[in-house]
Each structure stands twice: as C-alpha cells, then as structure tokens.
Nanobody, 123 residues
Framework: QLQLVESGGGLVQPGGSLRLSCAASGFTLDYYAIGWFRQAPGKEREGVSC????????NYVDSVKGRFTISRDNAKNTVYLQMNSLKPEDTAIYYC????????????????WGKGTLVTVSS
C-alpha cells in the first residue's frame, strides 16, 4: 500500500521547536517533489514549504521564512520540516504530499497525501 505518514506533531510553547517527519511506505521518494501543507481551524489549506526531488530547490511561504527548514533524506525515504521559533498562528494540522517527476517543487497536482499531524503552539 502506497502511503505517506507524518509524525512529530504535538503541543509546544511559543518560541519552541518541533521537527516533523514525512515517511513514505510502498514507494520510494527519490523521484518525488514533496510539499508540506497546513490547515488551521476555519481556514483553507495552505502550502508551507516544498522541496524538489533532488533537494536542490526549496520554497517557503513568507510567514515561515527564516523559521522553518525543509530537508530530505532519500536513503531513509523521509522528508523533514524543522520548525523553530513557533508562534500560536502556526497551530494547524500539517500534511505532507508527494508529486512525481516534476521540475522544482510545487504545491499543486500532488499524487499522494498523508493524513496529517497536529501542531499546537500554546502557553
């Protein structure tokens, strides 16, 4: 069964850090661009960060630039999102998604989605 599984979410105080993981099973991520998305209560889902299949291209939404870092370890078939200096407005369900054989990184036309992991930033 082809699936993506997110982990690493939880409750953290403002200013804290979390590292999210997106692990693939049933297929290899080598040829997939990966995107991290989030959806806060009452809001639309938004693309947060993405990384190309080679790792050479990365993108961040303005609200997380300088705080979040996306990376990938193809040997472990896993993509990570390191989140530092977390703010209450970062509270959301975070999803990873994969798109096969695309140049660069994108936030649309994803082939596979995970079920999400909840991040809550609160004191």
């Amino acid at each position: 069964q082809l699936q993506l599984v997110e982990s690493g979410g939880g409750l953290v105080q403002p200013g804290g850090s979390l590292r999210l993981s997106c692990a693939a099973s049933g297929f290899t991520l080598d040829y997939y661009a990966i995107g991290w998305f989030r959806q806060a209560p009452g809001k639309e889902r938004e693309g947060v960060s993405c990384i190309s299949s080679s790792g050479g291209s990365r993108n961040y939404v303005d609200s997380v630039k300088g705080r979040f870092t996306i990376s990938r370890d193809n040997a472990k078939n896993t993509v990570y999102l390191q989140m530092n200096s977390l703010k209450p407005e970062d509270t959301a369900i975070y999803y990873c998604a994969a798109r096969r054989r695309v140049a660069g990184c994108v936030y649309f036309g994803m082939d596979y989605w995970g079920k999400g992991t909840l991040v809550t930033v609160s004191s």
